[in-house]
């Protein structure tokens, strides 16, 4: 068989078929690969074929799956909006020290906060004494950033057309958005084209490996209907490949490892809760669930300068 090599992320599907066993299988897997490549023994390996057979005979497990539909960023975080702070995503806790901590050395600017969502960025760098624009597409999320920031300058506006004038910003800051775009070029076109020369960009995303364990955003639609906010796996190749050639250079890239807090879909591990999955369900298998997610980073953080 010949491989056939191919550039950008795969394409989403039009619905998302998810049931526990699927997914359990699948950690098992995962930790059977790893045991393949040397990571653990023979007991572990075998122990981990004895679990599958278990779960594919185990009723509790083998429940019928839930068709879930991709839905847009606008009309998903219009679902997500109201509770997108309450405890918040598990990731936050990744990636504000390493924006901060690039931020920190920056005298106070002009800085536009791109995909703002309820303004967590845009309140710390108002605090810091920055001039804040903050864009996003959502208008249901720039309602929340209103109230939390009402000195920031918010704008309705799209990743990929940002009602920004060119050099027009000292900094730019975009956290936890540009996986939910299939083509991160564009976007960093924008990103790069409002940036002022010498200024700085702080992108934050989702790690294309922890989207693989499972990391795609749930929501429900307005009648209670699963829905699914894309998440595309891009890898570091692809950051690259859409800033250097705008004469973006990297100042620091980070990919920290671990499991993101509850906030990131943990919580009641019964099977029949799909707003849990798919953290829930690693509870139901410990030791596999251990392998497979051991040392995955689960954010991509980059500091790039103009």
Avoid: K
Avoid at 6 to 12: D, I, K, L, M, Y
Avoid at 94 to 117: I, K, N, Q, S, T
Avoid at 130 to 153: N, T
Avoid at 202 to 209: F, L
């Amino acid at each position: 068989m010949r491989w056939r090599s191919r550039t950008g992320p795969p394409s989403f599907p039009l619905v998302a078929y998810q049931r526990p066993l699927h997914y359990l299988l699948g950690v098992e897997g995962t930790a059977l690969l790893r045991a393949y490549a040397g990571e653990h023994d023979r007991a572990f390996a075998e122990a981990r074929v004895a679990n599958i057979r278990r779960l594919l005979n185990d009723p509790v497990v083998t429940v019928d799956g839930v068709r879930a539909e991709p839905v847009d960023t606008v009309a998903g975080y219009q679902a997500w909006a109201s509770t997108y702070d309450r405890p918040g995503n598990g990731l936050f806790a990744y990636e504000e020290p390493f924006v901060r901590a690039a931020v920190a050395e920056l005298p106070a600017g002009r800085v536009l906060d791109a995909a703002c969502g309820t303004g967590r960025h845009s309140a710390w760098l108002a605090a810091r004494g920055h001039q804040v624009i903050g864009v996003d597409s959502s208008p249901d999320m720039l309602a929340g950033a209103r109230v939390r920031v009402p000195a920031a300058d918010l704008r309705e506006g799209d990743l990929t057309a940002l009602p920004v004038p060119d050099d027009h910003v000292d900094l730019v800051v975009c956290a936890l958005a540009l996986a939910h775009l299939p083509d991160l070029r564009p976007a960093f076109a924008e990103l790069a084209r409002v940036l002022r020369p010498g200024g700085h960009l702080v992108v934050t995303d989702v790690h294309q490996e922890w989207v693989a364990l499972g990391s795609v955003p749930h929501v429900r639609s307005l009648t209670g209907e699963p829905r699914l906010i894309p998440s595309y796996r891009h890898r570091a190749s692809d950051y690259l490949r859409a800033a250097l050639p705008l004469g973006l250079t990297v100042r620091r890239c980070e990919e920290p490892r671990g499991r993101p807090a509850d906030g990131d879909g943990g919580g009641d591990p019964a099977v029949g809760d799909w707003d849990a999955w798919p953290w829930s369900l690693l509870e139901l298998v410990p030791e596999a669930a251990r392998a497979a997610v051991a040392d995955v980073p689960v954010a991509m953080l980059w500091h790039f300068r103009n």
